[in-house]
């Protein structure tokens, strides 16, 4: 069974400061992915970053970088000077290869003060 | 990316009647469609996989006879809450596969308050 964990339930930053959202995972298949989403009031899932088991690179799409560490199973995301767009939950999912289901973390609302 | 659509975005149903889902995969065919629910304040969690011309897989304590499913094309899964209770107010995503193997597709989503 597969197991997400994103133990902050609520972060509250103030603009322009960065912010790190932690997931850890729990898998015992060896491949598999990792995903961040963003949903905002509205509902709708925004999908963020795919990453799979393979590629341990960290990525950096814009304000938005995620650190991917196998050897304790985190996949963290940090938002650079965050903004107040950016208040939402955030989702840390995981799916193992060929499954397609996702698993999902518990969700971490950011609030981004002006 | 593919887009997948949900119909109705929002439904208010007396207790006790049934409500339909619809989910589309608008333009890519999805042989594998899942249901998710979501409690207000809470993470989604599967509730089964629909699968293009057989039965539906139910994850453990969702009731099958309450939950129906019917995926009957590839691209058009339905979900019927059968006669509906306040309880089962929820928001329900589903999501389809695309092309690429675990390549996932969310709707987004429909919200369901039982009355």
């Known amino acids: 069974a597969q197991k997400v964990t994103q133990a902050q339930t609520e972060i509250s930053v103030v603009e322009k400061e960065d912010v790190t959202l932690d997931c850890v995972y729990e898998t015992r298949d060896t491949t598999y992915y990792l995903f961040w989403y963003k949903q905002p009031p509205s509902g709708e899932l925004v999908f963020l970053i795919r990453?799979?088991?393979?590629?341990?690179q960290n990525e950096i799409s814009g304000r938005y970088s995620w650190n991917f560490q196998k050897s304790t199973s985190s996949f963290n995301f940090t938002i650079t000077a965050s903004q107040v767009v950016d208040s939402a939950v955030y989702f840390c999912a995981l799916s193992v290869f060929n499954a397609g289901k996702s698993t999902f973390g518990d969700g971490t609302t950011l609030t981004v003060k002006p | 990316g593919a887009v997948v659509s949900q119909h109705p975005s929002w439904v208010i149903c007396k207790s006790g009647t049934s409500v339909k889902i619809e989910c589309r995969s608008l333009d890519f065919q999805a042989t594998t469609m899942f249901w998710y629910r979501q409690f207000p304040k809470q993470s989604l969690m599967l509730m089964a996989t629909s699968n293009e011309g057989s039965k539906a897989t139910y994850e453990q304590g969702v009731e099958k006879d309450k939950f129906l499913i019917n995926h009957a094309s590839l691209t058009l899964s339905t979900l019927t809450v059968t006669s509906a209770h306040p309880e089962d107010s929820s928001f329900y995503i589903c999501?389809?596969?695309?092309?690429?193997?675990?390549?996932?597709?969310f709707g987004p989503g429909t919200r369901l308050t039982v009355l």
């Open positions: 990453r799979n088991s393979f590629d341990e």
């Open positions: 999501s389809a596969g695309g092309a690429e193997v675990d390549e996932q597709f």
